[in-house]
């Protein structure tokens, strides 16, 4: 597998740091208020590995939950020298890696992340393959990635009346699963689709046991502070998943 680095072309990196210093896109909004039912009850002492660390968010935050120790990891240099610069704190550690060359670390994980990261990597089964490598039994996976109704089609738009207001959103080509072309601030933004049974069975198949699935909608207050959020809540844009790997994994 070769991993895409999209988050270094200076021109996405920029769109993408003021989506995210602006707070106006999907992540506060629903992503983040969902991710966080997907954690245990409690994360003290947990070992946490972060794939797809970004800015280094999460990682940062788990701290705050009490876990002992974090590894980020992340395939973009960009985004590791924003996560280095604002974190201090000796107990979180960033690499720069991908999902798709992940090897053996020096300590198992209690709990591994992925937020709105696997739509990017190309061998799902993979993928939870070299995750569960990382895993003690009993400890979570747990990951968002945007919804198969929204990554069926390249072209991820609404179909809209001649004023330009949404009236629905195409669904088409949903059982042809692989490679899609889109627009994401630049040209050329590879994602992958694939259903919700492959994302779910990818995980039965490894033994996990799923403990949440969740297809969030934008928080109420959220659409008060910006009303265009609003058409989120006629179709899910985010799919989460939780699970827990109940035996050791050697395949």
Known sequence: MTAQNIYDDPVFFAGYEKLRRTASGLNEAIEQPAFMRLLPQSIKGARVLDLGCGFGDFARKSRRLGASAVVGIDPSSRMLEVARARTDDPAIEYRQNAIETLQPMEEPFDLVVASLVL??????????????????????????????????????????????????????????????????????????????????????????????????APLPEAVLAQPRLRAHLRRPPLLLLAANLETVFAA
């Open 119 to 216: 739509h990017y990597v190309s061998d799902y089964e993979a993928a939870l393959r070299r995750i569960a490598k990382l895993m003690k039994p009993g400890s979570r996976l747990a990951f968002s990635v945007e919804h198969p109704i929204c990554t069926a089609l390249p072209e991820q738009k609404w179909c809209c009346d001649s004023n330009g207001s949404p009236l629905h959103w195409p669904v088409d080509r949903y059982q042809d699963e692989g490679e899609r072309q889109t627009v994401w601030f630049v040209d050329g933004v590879t994602k992958y689709h694939r259903t919700v049974e492959t994302y779910v069975n990818g995980l039965l198949s490894l033994g996990f046991r799923i403990v949440r699935l969740e297809e969030p």
